[in-house]
């Protein structure tokens, strides 16, 4: 595969770069937990035997999950300071192959590829490039490929405030680092009409799937 050139002054990929070592405390937050092990029985039983493309992997933290039941993980992430901690889990390297890249450029080299999955990506979308990163993700999928977005819901006292809405509709949430370094992080929060409006013209019965504190878009390209 050829070197993917990435943007280095790009500030969602530099805060990712600073948090690399403190991400996972995300999954730590204890009213989370029952609803993380039920979406962690569930995505296997969506991705059994498929090859999955998985989009902004991180640290790895789903990719482990999706590798319970999948043929194989393509893991995607523009950082490499999350994918070291990801390829330090100890997944089969016949199960799963680690790529830094660009979400929203998707090589061919990837290869052929019959799901997708990302966790926790579509929230820092802007909008005004939501359609055109979907389309990117399609075009890289086979006919009848199931894709599921997993993302946050907004609830008050355990998500991170958020600020008023910009013209582009986006809207922002400022982050503090262990390091005491504050970042100001693109993070949309998406209502169900929303979600399936967003792939209708793709899959006119996609289902969105809500916890208290996430949602689950599940769609077949």
């Known amino acids: 595969m050829k070197e993917?050139?990435?943007?280095?002054?790009?500030?969602?990929?530099?805060?990712?770069?600073?948090?690399?070592?403190?991400?996972?405390?995300?999954?730590?937050?204890?009213?989370?937990?029952?609803?993380?092990?039920?979406?962690?029985?569930?995505?296997?039983?969506?991705?059994?035997?498929?090859?999955?493309?998985?989009?902004?992997?991180?640290?790895?933290?789903?990719?482990?999950?999706?590798?319970?039941?999948?043929?194989?993980v393509t893991a995607l992430d523009a950082t490499e300071e999350t994918l070291a901690i990801?390829?330090?889990?100890?997944?089969?390297?016949?199960?799963?192959?680690?790529?830094?890249?660009?979400?929203?450029?998707?090589?061919?080299?990837?290869?052929?590829?019959?799901?997708?999955?990302?966790?926790?990506?579509?929230?820092?979308?802007p909008r005004a490039r939501l359609q055109s990163f979907l389309e990117g993700v399609h075009g890289r999928l086979r006919p009848g490929s199931p894709v599921v977005f997993l993302d946050n819901r907004y609830v008050e006292g355990s998500s991170t405030p958020i600020g008023p809405a910009d013209a582009a509709g986006d809207t922002w949430q400022l982050r503090k680092l262990a390091d005491g370094s504050e970042h100001r992080v693109l993070k949309n929060f998406p209502g169900e009409g929303e979600l399936r409006d967003a792939v209708a013209a793709v899959d006119p019965s996609a289902c969105v799937l809500l916890w208290r504190h996430y949602w689950a878009l599940m769609y077949w390209r």
Do not use: M, N
């Not at 991400?23 to 029952?34: F, I, W």
């Not at 199960?95 to 990506?121: I, T």
């Open 4 to 72: 993917l050139v990435l943007d280095p002054t790009d500030p969602l990929q530099a805060y990712y770069a600073a948090r690399a070592r403190e991400y996972d405390r995300v999954y730590g937050k204890p009213e989370r937990q029952p609803e993380l092990r039920a979406i962690e029985a569930w995505l296997p039983t969506v991705f059994a035997g498929r090859r999955v493309l998985e989009l902004a992997c991180g640290t790895g933290w789903w990719t482990r999950v999706l590798a319970v039941a999948a043929r194989h």
């Open 86 to 125: 990801a390829r330090s889990r100890g997944v089969a390297a016949d199960r799963v192959r680690f790529v830094q890249g660009d979400a929203y450029v998707l090589p061919v080299e990837l290869g052929e590829l019959d799901a997708c999955f990302a966790g926790f990506w579509w929230s820092h979308v």
